[in-house]
């Protein structure tokens, strides 16, 4: 019902930035809140960033915040995260994310159900 795909992954020098986008498709995409995670080899997938539905509320790892900024465009059905400030531990795949239910707010403990393939970022130093 929702297919997620992910762009924008790549490799940066410590202190750039990247935008990773995440076109999404399905009928109820749109009206639902959406999230981005990231999974380091050897370590379990974490959450990175959360927006709601509406995009009024936004949530963020202690570990982005202030780097990282989530937005998304409803009439597009797309997501974005913007990345500055890069850092090596930031290297990770990237995952963007949905659930089922509607007019979520995008909370780190929400329940996501529909994943992107994910997409590469590398930060060298």
């Known amino acids: 019902q929702v297919q997620l795909v992910e762009s924008g992954g790549g490799l940066v020098q410590a202190g750039g930035s990247l935008r990773l986008s995440c076109a999404a498709s399905g009928r109820t995409t749109s009206r639902s809140a959406m999230g981005w995670f990231r999974q380091c080899p050897g370590k379990e997938r974490e959450f990175v960033a959360g927006i709601s539905w509406s995009g009024g509320r936004t949530y963020y790892a202690e570990s982005v915040k202030g780097r990282f900024t989530i937005s998304r465009d409803n009439a597009k059905n797309t997501v974005y995260l913007q990345m500055n400030s890069l850092k090596p531990e930031d290297t990770a795949v990237y995952y963007c994310?949905?659930?089922?239910?509607?007019?979520?707010?995008?909370?780190?403990?929400?329940?996501?159900?529909?994943w992107g393939q994910g997409t590469q970022v590398t930060v060298s130093s």
């Open positions: 994310a949905a659930p089922h239910v509607e007019y979520g707010l995008g909370l780190p403990g929400s329940k996501y159900d529909y």
